[in-house]
Nanobody
Framework: QVQLVESGGGLVQAGGSLRLSCAASGTFFRINNMGWYRRAPGKQRELVGL???????NYADSVKGRFTIARDNAKNTMYLQMNDLKPEDTAVYYC?????????????WGQGTQVTVSS
């Protein structure tokens, strides 16, 4: 199994910044693509952004220019730097990753971390 653990969430004022981390642990051969998703109250989960193993990224239009995803393959860790946060960024943020273990690619989710942006 692969465990994904998010950290770094919290309460911040509008215009502030937060940095989330997602650390992968367990038994696996390699972590491939990773991504951040979020679910705001009363809404469906949505994609925030993705990062390939080589570091290529793409983002939802709503966060472009404000959020940056990075990863450290040696540490099996992904980061989400969130700047200029807005109240509408309030959500539970989830980490997602594809991992090679013993067979085909498998997909895993973290438990989520709450981000609350006050106006």
């Amino acid at each position: 199994q692969v465990q994904l653990v998010e950290s770094g969430g919290g309460l911040v004022q509008a215009g502030g910044s937060l940095r989330l981390s997602c650390a992968a642990s367990g038994t696996f051969f390699r972590i491939n693509n990773m991504g951040w998703y979020r679910r705001a109250p009363g809404k469906q989960r949505e994609l925030v952004g993705l990062i390939t193993r080589s570091g290529s990224t793409n983002y939802a239009d709503s966060v472009k220019g404000r959020f940056t995803i990075a990863r450290d393959n040696a540490k099996n860790t992904m980061y989400l730097q969130m700047n200029d946060l807005k109240p509408e960024d309030t959500a539970v943020y989830y980490c997602n990753a594809d991992a090679f273990r013993l067979g085909p690619l498998e997909n895993y989710w973290g438990q989520g971390t709450q981000v609350t942006v006050s106006s």
